[in-house]
């Protein structure tokens, strides 16, 4: 049975005055135990709203939440909200895009690591700073002793981060949510972060979820992604399928406007045409249909459906990118 | 942290000196005065000389004000003029009310406003938070002797809860240790004392604490509204913590920040709101000396020690704020 079962996940705002507005979309995807799944997509297509809807983080008012999140047998969705603050941080981790503004500028580092441990697995304070230590200690923190003591704006940027991240797995979460974990981040300490989370899940085999805009960091964590569009999945696939046959025009653009160190020299990258402003809802037809080079007339009518292909995925689309050529 | 305060100090001393020099020159320039009112209008000119001599009024006013510091660096404020007693004596039987007074009317408008501020905005744009708006315009736009005077009618002339005036009941047996009167029942162990004169405190008390209390009502609902909206909000909800946690640690201790200060500026506001309200309710503090200090002629060495006090206490409790701003926030304390 997988670990997290996501079952048509919709989340629609709703503001006063305004019009709805659905930012994620019948969104289904599992996570097995252990696995690593990866959530793609460019901005504003929903990744942090579909992993803030599983958390039960989402804003008390002004949206709508609607599908099923089965984790270990239950429904989230429906838990009562203490019995979801009893999970959250124990069974489910999760760590945020920028670290700085996501640590308590005014509370020692120890004291945000030891406080989940307070909270969840019953330490007192003096365990479970010594816990704390150990916790730091392992993702690479120098000097544990005296970081425990001291306040984020005194550590580096990257040590932020790991930081949160032992904050995430100190009660060994079997799930992990990574939103955006590196973005915020110099480029070396983005390897060294992503090498590190690699490390931790497969030493404790926590599931991932890593939500990302770059497929660079996919290439090299993910063993499923999930490539979402205007808050659908329109591509589904097994990680070394996706990358050599992308077959959705939209995962195949993001793949070629990719630097690549073997593509030929002077060859221009072709960056998709448009931005996310161009899209048309979804119910009028594909909403990528404004940008997309295959485009054909069922493209208008209605939402492709999201069907399995022959490698085992998945695949919304009229009129994929042929095998063959998928990529230069 | 010690070089702060030092540094704090000295400047203390600069503005006080600075302002005594112009509160010197200031009263003297007034029109009235000190002579008319301890002679009356029609006093004989040779008599005014003679007074003006007594007093020393005749000589230029830096010199008056040179003797004047002379004799402040040994702690003599000169002597009352319309008493004949010491400044200081003066002052210090003042102004344990008026401290009692301010110290409640800052535990209410704390005690009340903080947990309603944060009431309000976890409840942004309802019932109680449009409530909590329309009543602090009210409390910061009512004027303190209008409110005095309509507590004091509902509460003591018609209810008959509250005393309508005073310190304590006549006739109330108590010993006074630090002037402090609901402290002193509690120190001498005579209760009764301490109830008499905390009831007679709560009627003055609110009434000094209605523009603290709205201010501080605003400033923490802005300030828990900015917080709700920071990252380490939602971390702290991923981390599954307890509301009580959430609230207090992670909340609350960096919505404070804009809080404490707002609290240092409105205690030295407290002191133009103690003159009005020790009015209404014969309090007998610094506010009613201020008024009898003024109104009956110029008694200026009370007048020029008490300036000085307020602004002392002014810059005291500013140095309290900025202690406990580099207590609550790690990033004040490096700099
Ligand atoms: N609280 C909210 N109220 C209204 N709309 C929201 C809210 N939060 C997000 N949205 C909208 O939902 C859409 C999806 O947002 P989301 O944050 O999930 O994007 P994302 O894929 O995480 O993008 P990014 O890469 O920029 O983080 C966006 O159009 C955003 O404007
Ligand atoms: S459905 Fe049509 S418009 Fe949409 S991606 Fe496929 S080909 Fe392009
Ligand atoms: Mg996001």
Partial sequence: MSLLDVRDLSVVFQRRGERPFTAVDKVSFSVEPGQTVGLVGESGCGKSVTSLAIMGLLPRRGNKVTGEVNFDGADLLKLRPDDMRDRRGRDIGMIFQDPLSSLNPVVPIGVQVAEVLERHRGMDRKVAMKEARELLDAVGIPDPMRRLKEYPHQISGGMRQRALIAIALACKPRLLIADEPTTALDVTIQAQILTLLKQLVDETGTALIMITHDLGVVAGLCDTVNVLYGGKVVERAERHELFARPRHPYTHGLLNSVPRLDSPRGERLHAIRGSVADNIPWVEGCAFAPRCDNVVDACLEGTPPLEPTATGGDLRCNNPVSEEVAVP | ?335
Avoid: C
Wanted: charged share 15%; aromatic share 8%.
């Fill in chain 2, 1 to 335: 942290m010690l070089r702060v305060i030092v540094r704090r100090l000295l400047q203390l001393v600069v503005t006080l000196i600075g302002l005594s020099l112009l509160v010197f020159v200031w009263l003297r320039n007034l029109p009235g005065g000190p002579i008319e009112a301890l002679l009356g209008e029609r006093a004989t000119p040779e008599r005014r000389a003679l007074l003006v001599k007594a007093l020393g009024y005749d000589q230029p006013i830096l010199v008056q004000y040179a003797k004047f510091m002379q004799r402040l660096l040994t702690g003599d404020f000169g002597n009352s003029i319309r008493s004949g007693d010491p400044v200081t004596e003066v002052i210090g039987r003042a102004f344990p009310a008026t401290i009692e007074l301010a110290a409640a009317a800052m535990i209410i408008a704390i005690g009340l406003g903080v947990p309603l501020g944060y009431l309000a905005a976890r409840h942004r744009g309802r019932l109680l938070d449009n409530m909590s708006i329309a009543g602090t315009l009210l409390g910061i736009s009512i004027p303190i002797f209008f409110l005095g005077y309509l507590l004091k009618d509902v509460f003591t002339q018609n209810m008959h809860w509250f005393p309508p005036s005073g310190r304590m009941s006549t006739g109330v047996d108590n010993t006074e240790v630090t002037g402090f009167f609901v402290l002193d029942g509690l120190l001498t162990r005579e209760f009764d004392a301490s109830a008499d004169a905390l009831w007679h405190l709560i009627l003055p008390a609110l009434t000094l604490a209605t523009i603290p209390l709205a201010v501080i009502v605003r400033i923490t609902r802005a300030s828990v509204l900015d917080v709700l909206n920071e990252d380490f909000v939602r971390t702290a909800e991923a981390k599954g913590l307890r509301h009580k946690t959430i609230r207090g640690r992670h909340i609350l201790r960096n919505a404070l920040l804009p809080v404490v200060t707002t609290i240092g500026l409105q205690t030295g506001a407290l002191l133009s709101g103690a003159v009005l309200t020790e009015r209404v309710y014969n309090w007998g503090g610094l506010g009613t000396l201020i008024y009898n200090s003024i109104s009956g002629g110029r008694d200026y060495p009370v007048l020029q020690a008490l300036i000085l006090l307020a602004a002392l206490v002014f810059v005291v409790v500013n140095l309290l704020v900025d202690l406990s701003y580099a207590f609550i926030d790690p990033r004040v304390r490096v700099r």
